[in-house]
């Protein structure tokens, strides 16, 4: 049978038996939305809490807590040696096939605190400690949106100098507290998106401060502040003489530290040494791996564990898997729904192939053979799932559009809430499509093979 | 029999048997019967005596029997399918009682309804020339005019009548007509017959028509009679 003639007959069925087939389009329709709506909602909020507020695509390992003496441990002289992560560990990750990229990082070994922001806030606002990291500037370098550079600004070091004044501003005087320095650029500094929300959404309400998000994520560069390194509520340094450092803010990224400041890895190594000795500098407090697959992830931190690595955090992890459960029970009430569907074409092809035994029988003696017969009912079918489908997919977008709507209204602000809660892709409309003709098809495959078995002497025999 | 010989004959059948399958008595028991090409053979016999099985066997709708049958010298049962689909499709047209009209499609398009189904190529000039037949063939057959009437507007001989131009549309060299008068009153009926006759004597074409109807069957050149699924005799007009 040609696909003229099947398209034929399938046209004459859509008017002669519409409205049985807009019944069970209908169902096709509503399993499709519930499945298309459902999915682009699980993978939208998943977009969401894994690229922002929980990145998958990379993982931080750090040596066993329990080994970590930290900042105060440092500070009573608890353990002979940090830890830490040595370039040896680095290779072997960086050799791995499911590893992208291996990107150390350097935790401040020495009390600091910050002060600063009058530019920002009108006033001086400062910290009692401050958390810092360094990292590699190659892993952020893509989110500096200024001039400035992500680099130890040591590397372009200016004129001689003993005290600050003797630099231009911003330049500061940079080198140990009692001796001789150089007039450097402020060090460029990178803060987290998750720093700035935590900070407008608590912080700043609370202390009468304005926001600084929109500010910030705009106008990232250019903020600067002092820190005051080697001291703080804690305590000393056990070495090296407090001093004060200039730093600039240069950017927003989901590589920084969540509480905290990130510096280039240099100045971190410079620094530690300076007040926590050379094991300090030397060895890493933990390393950024970038997932080539997000599916091989469980693999890496296989290996991170054969090397006495161990994941930072997991909540990534935790999220994705109650993510794919919840996607996974939604998928499964859209199942359902589809699967009521199928029963119900199953349902309306049997009555149709009942009707029509003498139609079928007549096209048989007329030259139609059984497999055209089939052919001509699920060519009907899948017409009713494909239209079906499309009206679903359709719906589905439009019910995101009102939520969308509806929680840009409604819903306060909090952080992270995204433009949309929904992800809609081409896979996913088009899966939606070819699961709203697959249940089709498997709705009508009884009825269509019970069309293929008619026997036409004895469906025209009678009268 | 006819004194033709198998490679001429359209139609040979031989030592057909059949039962039903609730076990029933047997429908046709050894039925042996060759058609020759251009014959008009009218099978005659009371009801249930097994005319119209032996017709939807001889037409390749019912696979279901012991014995054999030849049709254009090809043995059905060595064909697909998809070849006997092709088989029915070009070179068989069937006339039914009941007529078999689809309710849905105008005359038009009930006569066209093979073409649903035809096999090969066919393209725009193919078609057009069936829907010229289609037109020509209704013309022939008193319809003019009514192509667009679907089949609740049209009286039970005019049915019957665009049946037969639906069964002629294909330019068969075989018509299987099952009391093809047996829903039409007499006068009717009478019109019907005069169009087979007609039909017979201007294409030569081969009927085989299943009758309980003396008027047609006298318009036959032979008439074979069944009783109880055996042939009973044959009588050649």
């Known amino acids: 049978m040609s696909a003229a003639t099947l398209a034929t007959l399938v046209r004459r069925d859509l008017v002669r038996a519409r409205g049985a087939l807009v019944t069970s389009g209908f169902g096709i329709a509503a399993g499709t939305a519930a499945l298309v709506f459902f999915l682009a909602l699980g ?29 105060i441990g440092g500070l009573l002289g608890l353990g002979s040696e940090p830890p830490g992560i040595d370039d040896a560990a680095v290779q072997k990750l960086r050799a791995s096939p499911d590893v992208e990229g291996v990107y150390p990082k350097l935790r ?3 009390p600091a605190t910050a002060r600063g922001g009058k530019e920002l806030f009108g006033k001086e606002v400062g910290t009692s400690e401050m958390i810092a990291d360094g990292v590699d500037p190659a892993l952020v370098n893509g989110d500096l949106k200024g001039s400035h550079a992500f680099v130890d600004p040591l590397q372009f070091p200016g004129k001689k100098c003993i005290l600050t004044t003797e630099c231009a501003a911003p330049q500061y005087c940079e080198g140990p507290a009692d001796g001789d ?41 250019g903020i600067t502040f002092k820190l005051w390194i080697g ?5 000393r340094s056990r070495i090296g003489k407090p001093r004060h450092i200039h730093a600039r803010v240069v950017g927003v990224s989901k590589r920084a530290i969540d509480i905290g ?17 050379e094991a300090a500098a030397r060895k890493y407090s933990s390393v950024l791996v970038k997932v080539r697959d997000k599916e091989n992830t469980s693999r890496v931190i296989a290996l991170g564990q054969s090397l006495g690595l161990t994941p930072k955090d997991t909540r990534a992890r935790d999220v994705s898997v109650l993510l794919s459960g919840v996607m996974a029970l939604l998928a499964l009430v859209a199942g359902i729904i589809l699967l009521v569907s199928a029963s119900n074409i199953a349902y309306t092809f049997r009555v149709l192939v009942s009707d029509r035994q003498r139609e079928i029988a007549l096209y048989r003696a007329l030259g139609a053979t059984p497999g055209d017969m089939v052919g001509w009912m699920l060519a009907l079918a899948l017409t009713v799932g494909v239209a079906g489908g499309a009206v679903g997919v359709i719906v589905a977008r439009l019910l995101a559009l009102g939520t969308d709507s509806l929680a840009a209204k409604r819903l306060p602000d909090f952080p992270f809430k995204p433009d949309t809660f929904f992800a809609f892709d081409l896979s996913l409309l088009a899966g939606g499509l070819a699961f709203a003709a697959l249940f089709a098809l ?4 009884g009825p269509a093979r019970r069309a293929g078995k008619i026997d036409p002497a004895a469906a025209l025999a009678a009268i | 029999m006819t004194g033709e010989s198998p490679s001429e004959a359209c139609v040979v059948a031989s030592g057909l048997r059949k039962s039903f399958a609730n076990g029933g008595r047997a429908a046709l028991e050894g039925v042996s019967l060759t058609v020759g090409r251009g014959e ?16 939807a066997i001889l037409g390749g709708l019912d696979r279901s029997f012991e014995g054999e049958v030849a049709l254009f010298g090809r043995e059905l049962r ?63 057959l008193g319809l003019g005019g009514r192509g667009g009437s679907y089949p609740a507007e049209l009286s039970g001989g005019e049915r019957q009548r665009v049946a037969i131009a639906r069964a002629m549309l294909m330019e068969p060299e075989l018509l299987l007509c099952d009391e093809p008068t047996g829903n039409l009153d007499v006068a009717t009926g009478e019109q019907i017959v005069g169009i087979f006759r007609e039909l017979h004597q201007t294409t030569k074409l081969t009927i085989v028509a299943v009758t309980h109807e003396e008027s047609l069957a006298s318009a036959a050149g032979r008439i074979v009679r069944m009783r109880a699924g055996k042939l009973e005799s044959e009588i050649a007009l």
């Open chain 1, 442 to 445: 498997l709705g009508a495959f």
């Open chain 1, 181 to 221: 320095g150089v007039c450097v650029e402020p060090v460029p500094v990178l803060v987290s998106r998750y720093l700035i929300e935590l900070f407008d959404k608590t912080i700043a309400p609370a202390h009468h401060l304005p926001p600084v998000g929109e500010t910030m994520i705009k106008h990232a560069q």
């Open chain 2, 78 to 140: 060595a064909m697909s399918e998809v070849e006997l689909a092709a088989l029915r499709g070009s070179r068989i047209g069937f006339v039914f009682q009941a007529f078999h009209l689809l309710g849905h499609l105008s005359a038009q398009d009930n006569v066209l309804a093979p073409t649903l189904f035809e096999r090969g190529h066919v393209d725009a000039a193919l078609r057009a020339l069936r829907v010229r037949r289609a037109g020509e063939l209704l013309d022939q």
């Open chain 2, 40 to 55: 008009f053979v009218a099978v005659v016999g009371p009801s249930g005596c097994g005319k119209s099985t032996l017709l």
């Open chain 1, 108 to 110: 401040f070994s020495f």
């Open chain 1, 43 to 71: 993978l939208g909020v998943r977009a969401v809490l894994l690229g922002e507020v929980f990145p998958i695509d990379q993982l931080e390992l750090e040596p066993p807590k329990t080994e970590d003496p930290g900042i």
């Open chain 1, 231 to 235: 001291e703080s509520l804690l305590g």
């Open chain 1, 261 to 277: 400041i990130t510096l280039p890895l240099e100045t971190v190594r410079r620094l530690n040494r300076e007040y926590s000795g």
